[in-house]
């Protein structure tokens, strides 16, 4: 008998429904909801007609007429289906997601009824063949040509805050979360700079977008309550703990 039900427990194991609210958090603190809006109905991104006008996808439209395993494919790739490579993505950080969240992430995506309507595709203005001169890349191509270079590994321990900081800070700070080479005034900083945060510090700042001194910093403030504000205290505490242990060995 107590085989059958260690093979039951298994197979419940197995079957277990995604968490559709974790996919949700997942969603707004790896800035889905930030970037394609809070019903997925996508909107105008970029808006400058010299470089190029380019919305956002309608995600609540786009997601019904993809597979898990299409959708899972352009994530961690940059590319639709047919190939084609999608611009603005953060592509270089999304591809470090595990397959559990993934699992909940696409569902949560499911759940969102669609609405609106399709947006048109990237129309290219005069300078944008200068951008791509410059270094400006699709972000297929950004994420292969970043492969390799990730936050430093600090062992098993820390290991979940490192993944962490993949998903909700690399975009801004960096694949490696060094910042730019040569950053300007109200760029991402090395996030050694975490190093002097405590763990209540750092929580107010993610929560609330104040950082120590109750400074408000620029883009930090700003999307902080709108997207980090979702990582839970445990996840903060990870991501506390690698940022400490990465401090330590520069
Ligand atoms: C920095 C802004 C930004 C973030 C963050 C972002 N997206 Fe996007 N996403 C875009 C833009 C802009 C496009 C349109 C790209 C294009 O048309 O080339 C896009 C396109 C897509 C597409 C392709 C749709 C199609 O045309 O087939 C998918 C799928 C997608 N995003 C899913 C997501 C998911 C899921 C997340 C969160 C894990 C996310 N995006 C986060 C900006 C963003
Ligand atoms: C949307 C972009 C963005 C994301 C995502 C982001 N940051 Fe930042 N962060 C910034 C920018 C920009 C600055 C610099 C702001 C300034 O000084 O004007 C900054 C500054 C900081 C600072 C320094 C604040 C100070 O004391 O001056 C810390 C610490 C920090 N970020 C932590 C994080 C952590 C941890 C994450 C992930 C959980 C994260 N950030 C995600 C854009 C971002």
């Not at 079957?15 to 559709?20: E, I």
């Not at 999307?223 to 903060?236: G, T, Y």
Request: aromatic share 6%; proline share 7%; charged share 25%.
């Amino acid at each position: 008998m107590r085989w059958i039900l260690g093979v039951a427990i298994l197979l419940a194991g197995c079957a277990k429904a995604p968490d559709v609210a974790h996919g949700r958090r997942i969603a707004t603190f790896m800035g889905c909801i930030s970037c394609h809006g809070e019903r997925l109905d996508g909107h105008l991104f970029e808006e400058n007609a010299d470089f190029a006008i380019a919305y956002s996808a309608n995600l609540s439209r786009i997601v019904p007429r993809r597979s898990d395993p299409e959708l899972a494919a352009t994530l961690r790739t940059g590319r639709r289906p047919d190939g084609s490579a999608l611009w603005f993505m953060p592509t270089f950080a999304h591809r470090a997601i595990d397959d559990a969240d993934l699992r909940d992430l696409l569902a949560w995506l499911r759940s969102v009824p669609p609405s609106g309507k399709d947006h048109p595709a990237i129309v290219r203005g005069p300078q944008f063949a200068l951008a791509l001169k410059a270094g400006f890349q699709d972000s297929a191509s950004e994420a292969e040509r970043l492969k390799g270079r990730e936050p430093i590994e600090t062992g098993p321990a820390t290991e979940r805050g490192r993944y962490l900081t993949r998903l909700a800070c690399a975009e801004c700070h960096g694949p490696d979360l060094h910042g730019p080479k040569d950053p300007r005034p109200g760029d991402a900083p090395d996030l050694a700079v975490a190093a002097a945060y405590g763990l209540p510090e750092l929580t107010t700042l993610l929560r609330t977008g104040r950082a120590r001194g109750h400074r408000l910093v620029g883009l930090m403030s700003e999307e902080a309550p709108k997207r980090l504000h979702a990582l839970s205290d445990a996840e903060i505490a990870d991501m506390h703990a690698y940022l400490e242990a990465r401090a330590q060995r520069r």
